[in-house]
DNA sequence: TAAATTTGTTATGCAAGCATAATAAATTAA
DNA sequence: TTAATTTATTATGCTTGCATAACAAATTTA
């Protein structure tokens, strides 16, 4: 099996270049990629901290650090939920709200650029496959028998 | 655009859980997913520390710390290249040669289950798609008219 | 040839993943 | 109800991306 010919290879190769681009596009306008996916999914009406992290795909516990440094630099706030006193909600300022307007963009235009060099069909096969390699990647090692 | 229609968004998630998972099998035997895949490149006779960032994708300005680490730790080992007296060969100890072999494993592994759950053509349309994105993010933004 | 530029590498500071440990609140079990 | 467990979060140390700066060697230009 040569390494050009693996799933995981040309995932890990693909993403850290849309990653890079994405991070390249957006320091222009002084965030990072991951703070634009951040503020991209921080909804108006506040987001808890743990439903954040399930829409980013990372551990709730890598947030911590992130949102400080967003509290900080004055993009979002942060407030105890209203019903369960352990969980904490994160809101966009006007800041933010702004900062957040332009990671779309980037995410928009990119992917405009995208569908408008791939097929309908490619698209739609890329991201059913994707969607299968995600769920037998979760599921993965198979239980034995 | 929804996220969950775009592109972007399921390279993220799809690699960070394939990731995830490779880091979990590998620190069974002491090693993370990057330093799986640095194993795994490095050829019998060296390999210069540029072809190695071309191979993993990253630049070659993030290789040092780690290559130290590696160093010490025993897997690998430096020499500075024959010809070309700026260029600096990466070889592996017996000690990082058994980990390649590991690491070589869990790869294997991985992308055996995965074939054995998608049909040939979905993986080489996968992959074809993936090549093209690809191209097409270093290509990004397109030269204006 | 000498000077300017490019290339290959290293060190280092920052960003953002992970894991672990701590803590408080909520839920479940006894 | 009290005790045990689970859930939501935070802080923090480690890893490994990036960018920048420095430097030596190689190459190109004048």
Redesign the pocket.
């Known amino acids: 099996m040569k390494q050009k010919e693996t799933v995981d290879y040309f995932l890990k190769i693909v993403w850290?270049n849309v990653?890079?681009t994405y991070?390249?596009v957006a320091?222009g306008f002084g965030?990072?990629?991951?703070?634009?996916?951040?503020l991209i999914n921080i909804e108006a009406d506040g987001t808890?901290?743990?439903?954040?992290?399930g829409l980013?795909?990372?551990?709730?516990?890598?947030?911590?650090?992130?949102?400080?440094?967003?509290e900080e630099s004055g993009l979002i706030y942060?407030e105890t939920?209203e019903?369960?006193?352990?969980?904490?909600?994160?809101y966009l300022t006007p800041f933010g709200i702004e900062k957040r307007k332009l990671a779309r963009d980037v995410v928009v235009s990119f992917n405009e650029y995208l569908n408008e060099r791939l097929s309908l069909k490619e698209r739609e096969q890329l991201i059913s496959t994707l969607e299968k390699i995600n769920q037998l990647t979760l599921a993965y090692p198979p239980a034995k028998k």
């Open positions: 850290q990653s890079n991070n390249q320091a965030i990072t990629q991951a703070i634009g996916y951040m808890a901290v743990s439903a954040l992290a980013l795909g990372v551990k709730a516990t890598s947030l911590s650090r992130m949102l400080n440094n967003m942060r939920s019903g369960d006193k352990r969980s904490v909600k994160v």
